[in-house]
């Protein structure tokens, strides 16, 4: 693109209702916040369990930082691994039920390292049609054929990975799809790498914290081992409250990524402060239960009330619940109508979802009360239903 280009495709985006902005906070993740100045009850975090502004959590952020200091200054490799990464490195195996564990900056950043540290020129990816854009890039970046079958469709998965003649094989998909909310037959893609001798990857980044009796996420809770599911990724930004990510597997998989993993060897470790942080953090997910208990007892609430109004939700029972309002622009007229309500949820469009699936993304958080569920339908009413 040359740079007279560029506002050509500025004004495209606008007519098109696809051009993005940043909304800016101006106060803690909670459900009420301060945006651009103006108080909204929020519907649009990722932060399910209410952890991203518990005191317990801030302040060993704080104390960690006034000991160790704000920056690790190095890579993990050099200088920059410390006690408090390692430690919640085998507090995170120990969680989810695995060997070893490595931590990544940003669940981006553990994708594009690990297909690409395992994959190469000659072999093949199979990537859930639905799967979120880090998974598609690392595939795309290492050179592998990359094979995105249709949504959940694992009879043509099956032929596809039948058909395969040289190369290694690697299904790489979203345990909770991010847009739409659903969960992946797990089960089904274990058998499927066992019987053709694949790499399953799965990727739990908003399964983690809210799904499992223990908050260990959709493999918990479906009782996959790492032999099932040989490698997890999870990130700690969304239910877990804090920021970053882990790669969890065998010892030999995490000392090999340790050798191998680029975007890990090439880049600073993040504070220690994040990882003391997200070790209190991982406690008060095992012990506070409730935590998972209210939170679907607040999405049925929210999809009970949906279904008396006529709305069309997707079959999720994650805190993810989506309305599909087709065109881009029907999107936005209903993500500006609830902000005139005083209520914030984000209009997703294409490409972060596919053509004609724009739709409203509402997120539900423990924190939320029945009130906000209450408050939330009425306003989907005026925005939607009246409109």
Known sequence: MKPSDIPKFLNKQCQ???YRST???ESPQQPRMQIDGKSYLSFCSNDYLGLANHPDIVKAFVDTANTMGVGSGAAHLINGHSIYHEKLEEELAAFTGRQKALLFSTGYMANLGVINAIMQRGDTIYADRLNHASLVDAGLLSQAKLHRYPHNDLARLKTSLSQQKTGDKMIACDAVFSMDGDTVDVHGLAKLAKDYQAWLMLDDAHGIGVLGKQGAGLLEEQALSQDDVPILMATLGKAIGTAGAFIAGSDDLIDYLKQTARTWIFTTAMPSAIAAATSVSLK???QETWRRE?????IQQFRQGAKQLGLQLVPSYTAIQPIILGENHKALQASEALQK???????IRPPTVPKNTARLRITLSVNHAERDIDYLLGALHNAIILS
């Open 16 to 18: 098109q209702h696809l």
């Open 23 to 25: 909304r800016i906070a």
């Open 284 to 286: 008060i997910i095992q």
């Open 294 to 298: 209210k939170l679907q007892a607040l």
């Open 341 to 347: 309500q005083g209520i914030l949820i984000t209009a």
